[in-house]
């Protein structure tokens, strides 16, 4: 694939993911068949409540991830100014785009190194594809899309879908598990594993769990979808019956939590997710972060750096008051049994 492809590509999505044309249509990411379990005599004082944690030897004031978006052309590298901005005011971690623009180009170094100077304090998460992880990459390449960032963590995002429906994708990942299994092996960051917006099953979890993989951002099914950004690009040819493919991320952050019995690691819970309540029952079903793309990034499009920051401490915040609400002292307490199911009430 030329460069030039690879920056085509890149404005495309830009531009589709501006307004929420490319959003599921007929399913949802799930959280509205839950509800909090109010508890009427909390004990708790909503100004005390800390949601500061530790995310890879760092502190972040809350869990909450600004996820992987774009990196490898002009406007892109405006972006990931402006979000690395708003990850450093407010102390949280933020993803890199795909950095395979820049193994194949090193000149475009500075649409991602940017993201370091502007967030000097935060975790950063480098990203590569899986199709590349598959296809195999050198030694060197990894270390340099690290470097780059002086990232914290290896984001590869796995994108079968995407792969199937995107003009010239290429729908193979033969060999990805071991090649993963010896990337983790040589390189001394954690590696965490997310789809797209297609979402990760506990079944699916648990292989990447048995090589050594650290982190599981399930990208569910309910905001982006990745299948409809590529046909939209691509009408004439693409398939559009699946629009709405995918493992709403509700689902996903449940059934991978199960997992949390048997293996040591981090998981996230991203997909759709709209608001603070949706960012408040993901973790109440299991995620230790929570992480959000499509919504931050028409957020940071339409309204400016400004508005974002403003949006992310009104989710901080009704995450501390559903804290309150619940009677939960602390995160790992609001994951304690403090959901009904809808459906339980009638
Ligand atoms: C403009 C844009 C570009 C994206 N590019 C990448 C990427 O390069 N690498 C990646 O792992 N995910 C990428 N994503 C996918 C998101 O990280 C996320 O998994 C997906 O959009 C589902 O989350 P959402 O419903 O919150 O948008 C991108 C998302 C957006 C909106």
Redesign the pocket.
């Known amino acids: 694939m030329s460069s030039d492809e690879i920056t085509k590509r890149k404005k495309d999505?830009?531009e589709i993911?501006s307004t929420d044309k490319a959003n599921f249509r007929n399913k949802t990411a799930g959280f509205e068949y839950y509800d909090f379990k109010h508890y009427a005599i909390t004990e708790l004082n909503l100004e005390q409540i800390d949601i500061a944690q530790r995310f890879f030897n760092k502190t972040i004031s809350a869990p909450l991830i600004i996820?992987?978006?774009?990196g490898g052309v002009n406007e892109s590298k405006n972006i990931n100014h402006e979000l690395a901005k708003v990850a450093q005011h407010l102390k949280i971690p933020i993803g890199s785009?795909?950095q395979r623009a820049l193994i194949e180009d090193r000149a475009k170094l500075k649409s991602f190194s940017i993201i370091r100077e502007a967030a000097p304090d935060v975790p950063i998460l480098a990203?590569i594809g899986a199709a590349q992880v598959a296809q195999g990459i050198k030694l060197e390449d990894y270390k340099f899309i690290i470097d780059s960032l002086e990232a914290d963590a290896l984001?590869v995002?796995v994108n079968p879908l995407q792969e199937l429906i995107q003009h010239r994708g290429e729908p193979n990942f033969k060999g990805l598990l071991n090649n993963l299994e010896s990337l983790i092996r040589k390189i001394t960051i954690p590696v965490i594993v997310?789809?797209?917006?297609s979402g990760i099953n506990g079944e699916a979890a648990e292989k990447l769990l048995e090589i050594g993989v650290k982190g599981v951002d399930v990208?569910g099914a309910g905001?982006?979808s990745w299948s409809a950004v590529e046909y939209l690009r691509n009408e004439k040819n693409a398939d559009e019956l699946f629009w709405d493919w995918g493992l709403p991320t509700s689902f996903c952050i449940k059934d991978v939590n199960k997992l949390k019995e048997n293996y040591n690691f981090i998981l996230i819970g991203?997909?759709?997710?709209k608001n603070g309540f949706d960012a408040a029952k993901s973790i109440a079903l299991g995620a230790d972060l929570v992480a959000?793309?499509?919504?931050f990034?028409r957020l940071l499009k339409n309204a400016g750096a400004e508005k974002l920051i403003e949006v992310i401490e009104e989710w901080i915040s009704t995450i501390k008051k559903v804290m309150y609400l619940t009677n939960s002292r602390d995160l790992k307490e609001l994951r304690e049994n403090k959901l009904i199911k809808v459906s339980d009430y009638y």
Do not use: L, R, W
């Open positions: 999505h830009i993911c996820s992987c978006m774009t785009g795909s990203n984001v995002h997310k789809e797209v917006g990208a905001g982006t991203s997909g759709g997710i959000s793309a499509g919504t990034f």
